[in-house]
């Protein structure tokens, strides 16, 4: 899942730029239609990431019981 979704992804030649781009005009971020929908999208987002969390700590968990089963 994508959290930076806020943010444009730039290319090599646009990072170059931005080193030289004293006054930030290059500076370009993803939008949202309104607030609304830019805080609905970092909600979901966020959730998303919570729920990876979860998933990724209960099949370490299991694993961990599994490895410990057989160990005995």
Same mark, same amino acid.
């Given at each position: ?31 949202? *239609?309104?607030? *609304?929908?830019?805080?609905? *999208? ?16 209960? #099949?370490?968990? #299991? ?10």
């Amino acid at each position: 899942m994508q959290t930076d979704f806020l943010f444009a992804t730039p290319d090599f030649l646009s990072g170059f730029a931005a080193v030289l781009d004293i006054g930030g005009t290059l500076v370009n971020y993803n939008v949202s *239609r309104d607030e *609304r929908e830019a805080d609905l *999208r970092a909600l979901a987002s966020d959730w998303a990431m919570v729920g990876e969390d979860i998933q990724y700590s209960v #099949e370490k968990f #299991e694993k961990e019981q599994n490895l410990t089963e057989n160990t005995q």
